[in-house]
């Protein structure tokens, strides 16, 4: 018996969420507070809010409708944030504790497409896809000013920051831009030196000069005396942000002087900064060799010295403003997940790819990102290498590349290589030394490629450029697509998958054919190999699982249970069973020796592609189609401990309830039988109460000391009770006393009372009906008794005439018991039928 319970000790029985990476950025606006200590984005119907130096999700704000927020600002004080959605409504929060402080309509005939604060932080100024400009007194709820004349879609407000001219900013899709005078309701000029869109506005401190950029590749530079440009810079990309710094020196940015310079962001990708006088850039932010970093939006925070810019696929990147020093990496939306595995030695980290050329690593703990460049294409595959500092990856851009992670966490690329004609879709490291790592192509080919000695040489410069390594073997493997391989525990065999819907073994390292496993009526998703046995698995998109002995290429066991492809496997719990994840979004957990499917979990809303187990296997990591990265913890130990623990807590609490009823400390007692749901001791207990010759008042004094939910308990026992007549009493009794001592809105607020009450009513009926026939039984016995004419018998001594009474009413009270179990009877087969 100690054996088989070892033996079931060692199984996994479930898992549960610890943590979840989700989407918190899906494009528009972010901003930072003043302090540098708040990110706000937009993320569909909520505004987020994160924390800049952990990186965690602090809140998240969704209006009422629950529609999509077209735009939001943060007042320059930092207390108040305002909302737009597609409802056409607004929404002034307190950001601080997530609370709405007032609703209103913005009474545009479109959705707001920007918003903007004054210096002051009491007006708000809103511009509309219908072309009208709105300013509203955020102090005294009311609207202001209403302004018309421009063309398209107001994209772009902003106030002037000097609060005593008065002077609001627009520009819509015509590309001019507006000055309104606020005090004069009227427009004061139009600026028309841009022949696109103008993407953005900036003002220097003291409010005399205004930088404008746009789509059309200038920079303009204007004087707000006399509205007059002084100067158009060409800065030959696509700008989305220009932002003037402050006027001091910034060596490391090459601004020698106090002169106006200012710094754009756009289509190529890189920060730039520009010298006003002379139109010259005078420095530019390194190249990253990677796309989708065109950058779409740019802020400065001028207290906090912090810089945030975004890129096209959803990254946020937060620098030094004075230099440039890149401080903070978020990544806002992953879109696909791919892959997903555990990094380090002690799995403190993961590294996702996801539809992207780009690598994301997190920091398990702090929540830190750091985004790794280097594939030009989507990567599709992951492998880490048994120490955890070394991981691989391959890509659609034909090439593979190898990254080591430094003690500090910091992950560089040390080598990369290419040969393969097709996306590489499948990727596996060495299992027992870091010397080789074999990859699967769309090109039906399998190449292995040996780690050189100078890669694994400690003494190897971080900051030196990727090596070159050289496939050692290739190996065309199967007629169509490679989309898995997997290395052996002793690094001597090879296990590759296919669409062809077969899986084969090869002996290392020359790659030669040893067996065809076949029996997959689709194509084979992913291969594993046990790490105790000599068994192979292999899951397929007919739905199932199935394991094969490396001897005799033999099936021996299929799992079914995934009502789609099954994606990924993988063994847990020492070989002895699988955990698999499926595009059904679902992971499931199997026991191999009985074929059954113990836990089935549901976490993701779309396909499961990755999926690791840690090293010690005590966590999980999944990712999805639906942009999650789900970590999961083996809580089967925990779940045994608290069972265990509720067990003897249950022994504990039934002595002492013994105790009690045998000490007839009814009070206590009926609240430990409630607490321990047992509707019959309850019962028993109510029944001994009812014994007393004060039982009405006792009942009532047990009944109201009792908590709400014990209370709510009881009505459900009773609703048990009434349907049985010979325990209709009791439950009758606790009714009445509920009845009359409870507020009629105290027992609405019961849990399940509206349920109980329909259940309630009918029995109670019935038992009313039955007792009112019983009565009038008795009542006609007794007028009988006492009109009956009988002829003249000898005198009956007293005591013999209280017996005939006594029959009599023993008589009555038998035939309303004979009718109330009569009455019971058809009630349940009335339910029955």
Same mark, same amino acid.
């Given at each position: 018996m100690a054996e088989t319970a070892a033996a079931v000790g060692r199984f996994k029985a479930n898992y549960a969420v610890e943590r979840k990476i989700e989407p918190f950025y899906k494009g528009g606006k972010a901003q930072l507070d003043?302090?540098?200590? /708040?990110? /706000?984005?937009v993320c569909g119907t909520k505004v987020n809010i994160l924390d800049v130096a952990s990186g965690s999700l602090l809140r998240s704000l969704e209006q009422e409708d629950q529609e999509d927020i077209t735009t939001f600002d943060l007042s320059p004080d930092d207390e108040v944030l305002v909302t737009a959605s597609r409802a056409l409504l607004l929404a002034q929060w307190n950001w601080r504790n997530g609370s709405v402080t007032r609703l209103w309509k913005a009474i545009h005939t479109a959705p707001v497409a920007a918003l903007a604060f004054d210096p002051t932080s009491t007006l708000l100024a809103t511009g509309g896809c219908d072309g009208g400009i709105r300013v509203w007194d955020i102090v005294r709820h009311y609207g202001t000013h209403h302004l018309r004349g421009s063309t398209g879609v107001v994209h772009l407000v902003a106030f002037h920051p000097d609060p005593a001219r008065l002077l609001l900013f627009s520009s819509a899709t015509d590309g001019a831009i507006r000055v309104w005078s606020l005090q004069d309701r009227s427009c004061l000029n139009v600026l028309t030196t841009h022949y696109s869109a103008v993407t953005s506005l900036s003002f220097s401190a003291d409010g005399s000069t205004m930088l404008?950029?746009?789509r059309d590749k200038i920079c303009m530079v204007w004087d707000l005396q006399s509205f007059q440009a002084t100067r158009t810079v060409t800065v030959f990309e696509s700008v989305e942000a220009a932002v003037l710094l402050p006027e001091e020196p910034a060596p490391a940015l090459g601004v020698k002087n106090s002169g106006l310079h200012f710094l754009t962001a756009g289509d190529q990708?890189?920060?730039?900064? +520009?010298?006003?006088?002379?139109?010259?850039?005078?420095?530019?932010?390194?190249?990253l060799p990677c796309p989708g970093q065109e950058l779409t939006h740019c802020t400065l925070a001028r207290t906090a010295d912090l810089l945030l810019s975004v890129t096209a696929d959803h990254n946020l990147l937060l620098y030094?403003?004075?230099?440039?020093q890149l401080q903070k990496q978020f990544a806002g939306y992953s879109e696909e997940v791919l892959d997903v595995r555990f990094l380090g030695p002690e799995d403190s980290y993961i590294v996702v790819a996801s539809n992207s050329p780009c690598l994301k690593v997190f920091e398990l703990q702090t929540s830190t990102c750091q985004i790794l460049h280097g594939h030009t294409d989507i990567v599709l595959a992951l492998d880490v290498f048994r120490k955890g500092w070394l991981f691989a990856s391959c890509a659609k851009d034909q090439s593979i590349r190898i990254w080591r992670m430094s003690r500090a966490g910091q992950v560089t690329c040390v080598a990369q290589g290419s040969g393969h004609t097709h996306s590489v879709g499948t990727i596996c490291c060495s299992r027992l030394k870091e010397s080789f790592l074999v990859t699967g192509s769309q090109d039906c080919t399998v190449k292995l490629w040996p780690l050189p000695e100078t890669l694994l040489s400690k003494n190897k410069a971080v900051d030196t450029e990727p090596i070159v390594v050289q496939a050692q073997t290739t190996q065309r493997c199967h007629d169509k697509d490679i989309n898995s391989v997997a290395v052996s525990p002793n690094d001597k065999l090879l296990a590759t998958g296919s669409q062809d819907r077969t899986a084969k073994l090869w002996a290392l390292p020359q790659c030669q054919l040893l067996g065809v496993f076949s029996g997959h009526r689709r194509g084979l998703w992913n291969v594993q190999f046990s790490p105790m046995d000599q068994v192979l698995a292999t899951a397929s998109a007919d739905g199932t699982i199935k394991l094969w002995s490396l001897q005799d290429f033999s099936c021996l066991k299929t799992f079914e249970g995934h009502d789609a492809s099954v994606l990924k496997v993988a063994f847990v719990s020492r070989g002895s069973q699988l955990l698999s994840s499926g595009s059904d979004g679902l992971l499931k957990? +199997?026991?191999?020796?009985?074929?059954?499917?113990?836990r089935t979990l549901d976490a993701h809303e779309d396909k499961v592609w990755g999926l690791h187990c840690s090293r010690l296997d005590d966590y999980a990591l999944t990712g999805g189609s639906d942009s999650r990265v789900i970590l999961w913890k083996d809580v089967t130990e925990a779940e045994l401990a608290e069972e265990q623990a509720k067990r003897e807590e249950q022994v504990v609490k039934q002595q002492e309830l013994n105790n009690l009823l045998h000490e007839k400390r009814y009070l206590r007692a009926l609240g430990l039988a409630i607490?321990?749901?047992h509707p019959h001791t309850v019962l028993t207990i109510i029944q001994a109460i009812r014994r007393d010759p004060e039982a009405s008042e006792k009942l009532e004094d047990t009944v109201l000391r009792l908590r709400r939910d014990q209370k709510e308990a009881l009505l459900r026992f009773c609703v048990t009770w009434n349907t049985n007549s010979r325990h209709c009493h009791e439950a009758q009794a606790v009714l009445g006393v509920l009845l009359r001592h409870e507020a009629p809105e105290e027992l609405l607020a019961y849990e399940g009372v509206r349920a109980a009450v329909e259940a309630l009513l009918p029995y109670t009926e019935r038992h009313f009906q039955r007792l009112s026939r019983t009565l009038q039984?008795?009542?006609f016995l007794d007028f009988l008794w006492h009109n009956m004419k009988l002829s003249p018998l000898p005198a009956i001594p007293p005591n013999l005439v209280r017996h005939i009474k006594l029959h009599f009413f023993m008589l009555v009270h038998n035939v309303g018991i004979s009718s109330l179990s009569q009455g019971h009877g058809q009630a349940e087969s009335h339910s029955r039928g």
């Open positions: 003043q302090t540098g200590q /708040f990110l /706000f984005c404008s950029s746009g990708g890189v920060l730039r900064v +520009w010298e006003a006088a002379s139109g010259q850039c005078v420095y530019t932010q390194p190249q030094e403003a004075h230099s440039l957990l +199997w026991t191999i020796k009985s074929n059954e499917c113990v607490s321990l749901d039984a008795a009542t």
